[in-house]
C-alpha cells in the first residue's frame, strides 16, 4: 500500500529536550512538506523540501530543523528553542514533476509535560 | 499577504438538511482552491480541488463552487449524514512562479457536526 506515515502519533516532551517527529513515504515523490496546526488555527508550513539535501524555510521555520538525506524521509526536529511546541504537526507529500496535489499523514501530537 | 477566512467557525446541522460552508480569500491571484476534510486527530483527506479557471466542481453528494473576482468559494454537501461530521478546511494555492503548492494558505476550518 502507497502513502505517508507519521510516527508516534503522540509524543511528550519535556522543557529544554529536542525531538524528532518522523514522517516517510513510498509514493516516490520528491516534494515533502510539514505543517503546524493550533486549535482554531489554519496550517502553517513550517519547512518544505523539493528534492534530497534540499529544504527551504516555511513561514514559521523558527526553533525547527530538517533534513533531507533519503527521498522518502523528512524528518522534523523540535529543537529547545521553539518557544510553544505544543500542536499538531502534519506531513504532506507530493509529486511537484507531475504536478499532483498532495497526500497528508495522519499526523503527530506533541505535548510538552 | 493571501488570508482566507472561513465562516462560520462551527456549525450543526440534522441528519438530512444541506450543509453550506464558505472560504473567502483576499488576492484573487490564485492558482486552484481545494476542499480538504478532517476528523479529529487526524490528517487531511483531499475532497476536491477547483482550478483558477474552473467555476465548479462536483463528485457525489458535494459541489463546490468558486468566484474568483470576489474571492469566495462555496462547499455544498447534500442531504447531510452523521459520518459528514469533521471539520471542513479550505486551502487557496497562489499564482506564482517558484512551488507554489509550498505557499498553500489554509483556512482555519468549519467544525461541522451532523445530529441523528
Known amino acids: 500500500d502507497g502513502g505517508i506515515t507519521q510516527s508516534p502519533k503522540y509524543l511528550f516532551r519535556k522543557e529544554g529536550q529536542n525531538v524528532t517527529l518522523s514522517c516517510e513515504q513510498n509514493?516516490?515523490?520528491?516534494?515533502m512538506y510539514w505543517y503546524r496546526q493550533d486549535p482554531g488555527q489554519g496550517l502553517r508550513l513550517i519547512y518544505y523540501?523539493?528534492?534530497?539535501?534540499?529544504?527551504q524555510k516555511g513561514d514559521i521555520a523558527e526553533g525547527y530543523s530538517v533534513s533531507r538525506e533519503k527521498k522518502e524521509s523528512f524528518p522534523l526536529t523540535v529543537t529547545s528553542a521553539q518557544k510553544n511546541p505544543t500542536a499538531f504537526y502534519l506531513c504532506?507529500?507530493?509529486?511537484?514533476?507531475?504536478?499532483?496535489?498532495?497526500?497528508f499523514g495522519q499526523g503527530t501530537r506533541l505535548t510538552v509535560v | 499577504k493571501q488570508e482566507v477566512t472561513q465562516i462560520p467557525a462551527a456549525l450543526s446541522v440534522p441528519e438530512g438538511e444541506n450543509l453550506v460552508l464558505n472560504c473567502s480569500f483576499t488576492?484573487?491571484?490564485?492558482?486552484?482552491l481545494q476542499w480538504f476534510r478532517q476528523d479529529p486527530g487526524k490528517g487531511l483527506t483531499s475532497l476536491l480541488l477547483?482550478?483558477?479557471?474552473?467555476r465548479e466542481q462536483t463528485s457525489g453528494r458535494l459541489n463546490a463552487s468558486l468566484d474568483k473576482s470576489s474571492g469566495r468559494s462555496t462547499l455544498y454537501i447534500a442531504a447531510s449524514q452523521p459520518g459528514d461530521s469533521a471539520t471542513y478546511l479550505c486551502?487557496?494555492?497562489?499564482?506564482?512562479?517558484?512551488?507554489?503548492?509550498?505557499?498553500?494558505?489554509f483556512g482555519a476550518g468549519t467544525q461541522v457536526v451532523v445530529t441523528p
Open positions: 486551502a487557496v494555492r497562489p499564482l506564482v512562479t517558484t512551488d507554489s503548492w509550498g505557499k498553500l494558505q
Open positions: 509514493l516516490n515523490h520528491d516534494a
Open positions: 488576492d484573487s491571484a490564485i492558482y486552484n
Open positions: 477547483i482550478q483558477s479557471s474552473q
Open positions: 504532506a507529500s507530493r509529486d511537484r514533476v507531475k504536478n499532483t496535489e498532495a497526500f
Open positions: 523540501s523539493q528534492i534530497v539535501n534540499d529544504f
